[in-house]
């Protein structure tokens, strides 16, 4: 406790020293810090979801930035190791003095990154996590994207309306895992129900054979995924392998694409729940505007992508309120006063007594290689 003090102090004199400036900010820049995977079993995700940051981000900068600013997101790699994120986040407020956190990736991370921030008083802002458990309000801790137990809640609500009940659940064997499992429990429990088949896999899909044993013989007639990157595939691969046919549900972390490339037509009949709108429709102004930006910079369109670019927009939206003279608590009160702002055809829910921006959950197909659309 005495070096975390420490190390704050050690932070808030870094701030004080820049006397009239907030940290982060200077005439012509605005630092946000991320700490993710860009190695290891779910750096494709944290791509995705930093790639449709940027791709926002790129496009705003294009234009002159923010008040003469432009924003720079700098990156650093954790692996998805909750102690280097931890050992990343601590590097981001106190050398290279970020005016906020901002994209930051992982459950697990965000248990250990979170609390760092607060205490700093940086503000933290749409990590990718939908864990309930990091849903309690903090001043400086905005979440956009809607949880994993409304995601595990669509999925068996609908489930269960059409009187399918034999459900299992496979998840990591990590704090997302956990996360995952405990909301599919509390969903199945409200219903008089309880999982036919609980097993845990490896982020690194090491053990999904095993895992996709387990699942075989249980026989569920559906199956909750509590998996991204490799787990999901390998999960899958061993299902096929071993002729085992429960219907799959995977939560909006999945790694929908990486999937897809990977098991092709054999990702067919996959439901995902997903906390954005489909970035293959053209029904919003903000899908519209994802969609061209995307394709200017050839790079593939994903949920992943879209929500990073939202994400950015919401953000970019909060700085330009706070106005010229930004500062870090200007940032805070802007973001609560988005009240109902629409971002393009999504409404975010920010006020000072909820900096959880949306709710919304929809369940898409995957139908011979690709969504149906």
Partial sequence: ????????????????????????????????????????????????????????????????????????LLALDD?????KAEANTRSLIAEKQVFALF?????????????????????????YTGADALRAHKAGVFHLRASYGQEIEKIVSHLVSAGITSIGVVHH?????????????????????????????????????????????ANPAALIMVTAGKSSIGIMQGLHARNARPMLYGLSVISANQLIKTLGE???GLVIAQVV??????????????RKAAEAAKVDMSYTSLEGYMAAKVVAEGIIRAGPELTRDKLIKALEGL?????????????PRNHVASEFVDLAIISRGKYLR
Wanted: proline share 6%; charged share 20%.
């Fill in 79 to 83: 692996a998805y190791d909750p102690a």
């Fill in 173 to 217: 064997a990590d704090s997302f895992g956990t996360a995952g499992l405990e909301a599919a429990r509390k969903a199945l429990a409200s219903r008089g129900l309880r999982p036919v088949v609980e097993t845990a896999v490896q982020s690194s899909a090491e053990d999904a054979a095993t895992a996709a044993t387990t699942i075989a013989d």
């Fill in 277 to 290: 709108p489909s970035p293959f429709r053209f029904d919003h102004d903000l899908v519209q505007d994802y």
């Fill in 266 to 268: 054999n990702a067919h």
């Fill in 1 to 72: 406790m005495r070096s975390l003090t420490l190390w704050i102090g050690a932070a808030m004199l870094a701030t004080l020293s820049l006397a009239h400036a907030e940290t982060g900010v200077s005439a012509d820049r605005i630092l946000l810090g991320q700490t993710g995977p860009s190695s290891g079993p779910l750096a494709t995700l944290n791509e995705e979801y930093v790639g449709g940051a940027r791709l926002y981000f790129d496009a705003l900068n294009q234009r002159g930035g923010i008040h003469a600013r432009k924003i720079e």
């Fill in 103 to 127: 994209a930051c990736f992982g459950t697990g991370p965000s248990l250990k990154t979170i609390p760092l921030a607060t205490e700093a008083q940086v503000p933290f802002i749409a990590p």
């Fill in 339 to 351: 009240n109902g702002w629409d971002a393009g055809g999504v409404k975010i829910g920010f006020s």
